[in-house]
């Protein structure tokens, strides 16, 4: 789900899946102000589903949560200056994304269920969900990560396109110039 969406995408789908059993967590990232990090945590353990912080070991925590068959809330629009930042095909343009979600389905062979809550009334939601993607290991694994990007984002095109009312980027994650190899 596009983290433009509101900053409450990745909690409205991992808390309906925690409803009917998946045991789903979200990775977060640490606030630089301590009172806001305080603050988003709490919120975060109030939902029932653990945050798993972007902190030393974050890498080694997910594969080895997700290969235990949990289930992680990501928002994968994210920009970052590392190895796996790619351009994708977004909105009739080209943002530039950490390929992180890629990723960890490749690692894992996790697969990725798309997923775009729509609020309807300010307290109820909609989830629309697009059918798995899959690791394809016949690819590169450069091939494999812009083919799962694309697809996924291809899916957020159609659902912001659908419901633009509902989308709104409020921080510094459209990059537009080329990744840095």
Avoid at 109 to 123: L, Q, R, S, T
Avoid at 148 to 153: E, H, S
Avoid at 157 to 162: G, V
């Amino acid at each position: 789900m596009p983290a433009g969406a509101s900053c409450t995408a990745a909690a409205a789908t991992g808390l309906s899946g925690r409803a009917v059993g998946v045991p789903f967590f979200f990775l977060a990232k640490r606030q630089k102000n301590p009172l806001t990090d305080a603050y988003l945590n709490k919120k975060r353990s109030a939902s029932g589903a653990p945050a798993v912080l972007n902190d030393a070991k974050v890498l080694k925590n997910i594969i080895r949560r997700l290969n235990r068959g949990e289930a992680m809330a990501i928002l994968p629009d994210i920009s970052e200056k590392n190895r796996t930042v790619m351009q994708i095909q977004f909105l009739g343009g080209s943002a530039n994304l950490n390929a992180g979600a890629a990723m960890f389905a490749r690692k894992t062979n996790a697969p990725i269920y798309p997923a775009c809550p729509i609020c309807k009334d300010g307290k109820h939601h909609i989830i629309f969900a697009d059918k798995p993607i899959l690791a394809d290991d016949s690819l590169s694994k450069e091939d494999d990560y812009r083919r799962t990007m694309q697809q996924m984002f291809d899916f957020f095109d159609a659902q912001i396109r659908k419901h633009p009312e509902q989308y709104f980027w409020y921080n510094k994650r459209w990059i537009l110039e080329p990744p840095k190899r």
